[in-house]
């Protein structure tokens, strides 16, 4: 079938918007129309080459759709279903079957290397193949074929088009606070960092019952954005001064956690310091410029520090319970979109890096000649 993608090829700074061709899912695959996708970080990192990923490829991985079809062997979606998109995992080793799917042995295969190239479902363009299986996905497209490993079923009353964000960046944020970092009702938390990710730890900090949450950022417009989400206190982030002193100006003792988001060695040094005693520190992307944390004081205050990956989200419940909270009024999402075409990636990505919106929704648009030929 032919669709509209938005492609990422080797030493281009942009996306190009092309038709391709997408071939026939198979047995075990899912057809997905999609409603609405997020731009993720992520996606840019490999537009820009600074991840290894296979090119020419459709991106893309907060997709959000409704399913068209589903395979001879596919059980748990039906045509019809509302369903969000989320990352891949084998669902046969030893962390998938310990219910720790974001830590799946073969992750980078199935999310990152186009580890399913030659089965079903792959795009083409004339007689070149283009990568695809992104994340399970590749939802900068009309249509994404998935697996029922990463298609999530949810409620039709929720607003479908910006769903998708749950399945990678705000399952991320949320996640590392309720699952990765277990914080408890009246702690204090400093979480490092609020674009989409640490915007929604600040969701995920009020709706623990945290006394103190603390958002640090360099962008006055983001702090604005925390406190009305819930942060308690906000910090100006300069380059001339330790925040970590500044949290606990705020905060004698210091906090119980401290998240962050920012990928900044020098940031993860200042959330560290942040730390009261028995405090953990949390973080969801490698930092630049190096960290070397101070080994004598994280042994004398008993200080834990770990990696995140996805949240530590299961997603079939949690992006069910995060959708919950939020057509209860307690988890306000919505509140971190800004939609766009999908023909407008690049102004999208524009605006993401300048910090003049927060999380783009890119909504496909179907056109007739394109998807009556299938």
């Known amino acids: 079938m032919k669709v509209k993608a938005a492609v990422a090829r080797e030493g281009c700074g942009q996306f190009s918007i092309e038709e391709l061709e997408l071939g026939e899912p198979g047995p075990h695959d899912i057809l997905v129309r999609l409603a609405g996708v997020g731009l993720c970080h992520t996606d840019v990192k490999v537009l820009a080459g600074r991840m290894e990923v296979p090119k020419p490829i459709v991106l893309g991985h907060e997709g959000a759709g409704i399913v068209e079809r589903t395979g001879s062997r596919v059980q748990t979606a039906k045509p019809g279903d509302h369903v969000v998109l989320t ?5 046969a080793c030893h962390a998938c079957a310990s219910g720790n799917p974001a830590y799946c042995e073969q992750t980078n295969a199935l999310n990152f290397q186009d580890a399913r190239a030659n089965e079903p479902g792959f795009f083409s363009k004339g007689a070149d193949r283009i990568h695809g299986h992104f994340f399970g996905q590749s939802s900068f497209c009309t249509y994404a074929i998935t697996r029922e490993r990463n298609t999530i079923a949810v409620r039709t009353d929720a607003p479908l088009e910006i769903l998708g964000p749950l399945g990678c960046s705000i399952q991320t944020g949320a996640g590392a606070i309720m699952n990765s970092l277990a914080v408890e009702q009246g702690e204090r938390v400093a979480i490092f960092g609020v674009g989409s990710v640490g915007l929604s730890a600040v969701m995920a900090a009020a709706v623990c019952g945290c006394s103190e949450i603390v958002a640090i950022d360099t962008l006055e417009s983001r702090l604005v954005m925390a406190r009305q989400l819930g942060a ?11 925040t970590a002193d500044e949290v606990r100006r705020l905060l004698p003792g210091g906090v119980n956690c401290a998240l962050d988001t920012t990928g900044r060695g020098d940031s993860y040094q200042q959330a560290v310091a942040s730390l009261g005693a028995k405090g953990r520190f949390g973080f969801v992307t490698l930092p630049a410029g190096g960290f070397e944390p101070n080994l004598a004081t994280m042994m004398l205050h008993g200080l834990g520090v770990r990696g995140i990956v996805q949240g530590d ?3 079939l419940t949690f992006i069910a319970h995060l959708i919950d909270l939020y057509m ?3 988890f306000p999402f919505d509140a971190l979109v800004t939609s766009y075409p999908l023909e407008e990636i690049n102004q999208a990505v524009a605006d993401q890096a300048s910090g003049k919106v927060v999380k783009p929704i890119l909504t496909p648009t ?8 299938r």
């Open 328 to 330: 209860d009024g307690r």
């Open 87 to 91: 990352y891949d995992s084998c669902g």
């Open 313 to 315: 989200s299961v997603p």
């Open 232 to 242: 308690t206190k906000c910090i100006l982030a300069a380059s001339n001064r330790q």
């Open 366 to 373: 179907f056109d007739a000649a394109l998807t009556s030929d």
